[in-house]
């Protein structure tokens, strides 16, 4: 399973963020929740997930914002799960502990932890720095992209050109990330001792 433990940056300065986080989250991964999110502490949440997709599109979503430092743990969780993340155990746990406290101090602000996950750390983390040098502009199409809208309806929408939309979307990665999100998840998802097969 997969455990994301996220610390909020400098909350005693600004707002509290972890409702806008816990809702996203919520939304984000609807059934692949194994456990909903939860404040654990302060400036802190906890959410546990049955699948990688939806952990990774998670941990995607609160890098972009630059709020969060995230750390995601994979391993075992202790059966039967209890009806809140406060009260679960194992080592999925330990190991998002460990990531999130080394997010803190990663540029990319995130992190995973678990048995043979260096390799998904530093793919994680590559694709969180190509998301990192995208332009607001590259992030427009991206939204609009991801709401299911052609890149020449996303023109529309921008009163941009077709072709600026394109250039728009290839100096933004659109293209690379489209790819790389999904083979990532699957690399992640190998690692999860409790998925089918393993």
């Known amino acids: 399973m997969f455990v994301l433990t996220a610390d909020q940056h400098d909350s005693r300065a600004g707002r509290d963020a972890v409702p806008d986080a816990i809702a996203l989250t919520t939304a984000a991964a609807g059934a692949a929740l194994a456990l909903p999110p939860e404040r654990t ?69 995130v992190a995973v932890s678990g048995p043979d996950a260096a390799d998904g750390e530093a793919l994680v983390r590559l694709l969180v720095e190509l998301r990192d040098r995208r332009s607001e502009e590259g ?11 052609t890149q020449r309806e996303a023109a529309a929408e921008l009163g941009i050109t077709p072709s600026a939309a394109s250039r728009r979307a290839s100096a933004a990665g659109l293209r690379a990330e489209e790819a790389a999100v999904p083979a990532l998840a699957r690399a992640l998802g190998r690692l999860d001792p409790d998925a089918p097969g393993e």
Do not use: C, I, N
């Open 41 to 109: 502490a302060g400036d802190e949440f906890q959410a546990v997930f049955d699948a990688a997709p939806a952990a990774l599109d998670v941990a995607l979503a609160l890098t972009r914002t630059r709020e969060w430092s995230v750390g995601l743990g994979v391993g075992e969780v202790e059966r039967p799960l209890p009806r809140e993340v406060r009260a679960a155990r194992g080592d999925a746990f330990v190991a998002a502990r460990d990531a999130v406290e080394r997010a803190k101090t990663a540029p990319t602000r």
């Open 139 to 149: 992030w427009e199409v991206y939204d609009l992209l991801a709401r299911g809208l």
